[in-house]
């Protein structure tokens, strides 16, 4: 593993790890970073939106919008040409991090701000909405102790 210097600390690069958990947090596993998804997925595209929003450091959220463009989570389009300015939206790649998000929040609800007052809801009904992981074949919907993990090419296809 390769080590890099983050503000005095040193942070392991996972980038040459073969397990996708590592390879995800290669390119999001910071909190601004997930903080920028998070915005950029409830419709935030410019850079003063988001630095009002989290109030970070710009050199901060230069280097991670930086980042997100880099590894295709995010493309910059340009909005205007005198001064130069972009809007920064989600790729198909950021739109694919929207579970991972909708996790995040409902284990934060539960775990870590049970009296927060957001929850997210079915659009269509009002209902309270959860994250659910379920078989892609059979449907059921699976728990910790329902998986187990075997390599990619002796997964059954329908």
């Known amino acids: 593993m390769q080590l890099t210097t983050l503000v005095g600390m040193e942070r392991k690069s996972f980038a040459d790890m073969g397990c996708s958990v590592a390879q995800c947090l290669e390119t999001v596993g910071d909190s601004w970073t997930m903080l920028i998804v998070r ?4 419709g935030v595209t410019r850079f003063d939106e988001f630095r009002e929003n989290l109030g970070m450091p710009r050199n ?13 989570v995010l493309v910059k389009v340009p909005y205007s ?5 972009y809007d920064y939206l989600l790729t198909d790649a950021g739109r694919d991090l929207w ?19 957001i929850r997210m809801a079915h659009a269509a009904c009002g209902a309270p909405a959860r994250t659910v992981v379920i078989c892609e074949t059979c449907g059921d919907q699976l728990g910790h102790g329902d998986v187990t993990m075997v390599p990619k090419a002796s997964l059954v296809r329908p």
């Open 60 to 72: 901060t959220l230069r280097d991670r919008l930086a980042k997100l463009v880099e590894s295709g």
């Open 99 to 117: 579970p991972v998000l909708t996790a995040m929040r409902q284990w934060g609800d539960q775990h870590g701000r049970p009296d927060g007052p």
């Open 81 to 85: 040409d005198h001064p130069p300015r």
């Open 39 to 42: 915005d950029a997925s409830n």
